[in-house]
């Protein structure tokens, strides 16, 4: 790994690779994409199938969803204390040969059938016995690295990976995922947006961001420092953070990505300068972005929350001109730095059609 991958590891490396995902940041995600698990084999890779909530909403929604398998595998330094929202499980568990399971060890969950009928959501009481039962949850290996090789098995077998990996890791696991033609649904920063594992499959159109771009909470372990900003703890005394710029990261086709922007402002330029660095207009807001303007924009990232690529075309970033191929140029607009840009250019198209 090199470039801006690396200083972003350092930057976000286990400040945030403890962070666990609430069980309506996945739900109401997920809402948007429930016909399209059926018959398939879900993978959560960074996943303890007792203390993640992507394994709880993938147990519990098992059979309305129609899954056709799933499987979670959980590293052996997975440090969450308190569980989720309504399941308490405690260890010891017992594995396949009567032995208990601890939490030293990386763990597997495999399930084909869930109990109950088709449409039903599977009531926790269900989900502890089934996690409960000998041998249901087995012993891995190794640790449930996800680039181990007993868990590349697993990635290898499945159609869509879903879930929040360490940050720091976050890149390698995109890559691997894109080397096995997996379809993923995972939760990052969107600054792994811009990194050059990622951007080129975003500019492409082979990745997007889902629906939820922005604030998002986490619960974080109980040996957390006390921040200022974006930490509390609940009445419960569990802790937590928030993470402003949180993000979806799919392969899985939605609706809103064949949705076209509505652009309602004309190009004049006294409010669209030009860089100084650049051929292209600066565009300080999405909602800004001018609807006769054949040129190249830079737009906020969070233009990539509307993005239709049958729309616009993405040309490149402009961040710090250097963190890869397609980082063009830093953007300063009379001698003076502006914030990271997206760049677009608008599509012409004689005859519309958004079958993308
Ligand atoms: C950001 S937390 C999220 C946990 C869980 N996916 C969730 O959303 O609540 C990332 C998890 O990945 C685990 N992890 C760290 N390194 C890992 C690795 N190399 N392979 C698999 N999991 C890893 C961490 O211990 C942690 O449990």
């Known amino acids: 790994m090199s470039g801006n991958s690396i200083l972003n590891n350092a930057k976000y490396s286990a400040d945030t690779d403890e962070w666990y995902t609430t069980y309506e940041t996945i739900a109401e995600e997920l809402a948007h994409y429930e016909d399209q698990f059926k018959g398939k084999t879900v993978l959560c890779n960074c996943d303890d199938p007792f203390e993640s909530n992507f394994s709880y909403y993938f147990m519990r929604n098992f059979n309305r969803l129609r899954i056709k398998k799933l499987i979670c595998t959980s590293y052996s330094a997975s440090r969450i204390d308190s569980i989720k929202d309504n399941v308490q499980l405690t260890l010891p568990i017992i594995d396949e040969n009567g032995d208990p399971l601890t939490s030293m060890n990386g763990f597997v969950l495999e399930i084909s059938k869930m109990p109950g009928t088709e449409s039903e959501e599977i009531s926790d009481e269900t ?17 449930g690295d996800f680039r181990s090789d007993e868990c590349l098995e697993y990635l290898k077998k499945s159609d869509i990976c879903c879930t929040n990996p360490p940050f720091s890791l976050f890149a390698e696991l995109f890559s691997l995922l894109i080397k096995y033609e997996k379809q993923f649904l995972l939760i990052g920063n969107q600054n792994a947006i811009t990194y050059k594992e990622i951007f080129p499959y975003i500019k492409e159109n082979k990745a997007w961001v889902g629906y939820h771009f922005g604030d998002m909470a986490f619960r974080v372990p109980n040996d957390t420092e006390p921040r200022k900003t974006r930490f ?122 958004h079958g993308l």
């Not at 502890?128 to 640790?143: A, D, F």
């Open 232 to 353: 509390w703890i609940d009445d419960k005394g569990q802790k937590w953070r928030s993470l402003g710029n949180a993000m979806w990261l799919t392969n899985l086709d939605i609706p809103k990505r064949h949705q076209e922007l509505e652009l309602t402002q004309t190009y004049d330029e006294e409010t669209y300068p030009k860089y100084d660095n650049y051929n292209a207009i600066n565009v300080s807001r999405v909602a800004n972005i001018p609807m006769d303007y054949d040129g190249i924009m830079g737009v906020p990232i969070t233009f990539l929350k509307y993005h239709n690529g049958f729309q616009f075309e993405i040309i490149g970033e402009a961040n710090h001109g250097s963190d890869n191929e397609f980082d063009l140029f830093k953007p300063k607009i009379n001698g003076k730095e502006q914030f990271k840009r997206i760049l677009i250019r608008r599509i012409k198209h004689e005859v519309k059609n």
């Open 127 to 143: 989900i502890q016995q089934v996690l409960r039962k000998k041998g249901r949850v087995k012993k891995l290996k190794g640790n």
